[in-house]
């Protein structure tokens, strides 16, 4: 008999995928608390070490008059590094996925959006298979010129806003000036989903 395997799922493909908020493995034991803080908690589930955020993740891919993405240099001090990525960020108590990516967007991109049904959902993400029991919610907005110029200041964690052309972005990735992996993942499927090559 064929092992099953699980696809991820969300609109309007099928409902959002439960391990969106749920930890993907319960029934791993013994579970200890290794460390926790505001933000996350890290435990042992048996033989594994896991990074569980306590609230839902959101990355959003905004896309101007489909020719150019909205990026973000953020400031990565692990990495000693300030990378190009796309807005995102944790929901805030009582958010939903949609406001949260609003909010993130109006946050770190100084785009505001009052509409949330602009929001499309795109392939929910698992960033760390071994480390991180849930997946991240992904978002594409579509904007005008417009939307990008009237952009309001961006919060302290962002260096500078760019717009960054399809071209630019896949040169970007292809010499790694693009290396976050969910980054590239989401730049990507978009790219290859334009081309109506899935």
Known sequence: MEKSYNDASFPPHGPWDRRLTEAACPTLSPIKVLHENP????RQRGSFYTAEYHMPQVIVLPV??????????VKRPVLNDTTLELPAGGCEIGETAEESAARELAEEAGIAITDLSRLTPMPPLSTSPN????LVYVFRIDLNRDEFERRKPHDHEIESVKLVPFDE???LMATGGIYVAG??????T???SRKQLI
């Open 39 to 42: 933000w996350f908690t890290v």
């Open 64 to 73: 101007v008059e489909d020719s150019d993405f909205v990026m973000v240099r």
């Open 131 to 134: 480390r991180m029991p849930l």
């Open 169 to 171: 972005a896949i040169r």
């Open 183 to 188: 980054i590239v993942a989401i730049v990507s």
């Open 190 to 192: 978009y790219l290859l």
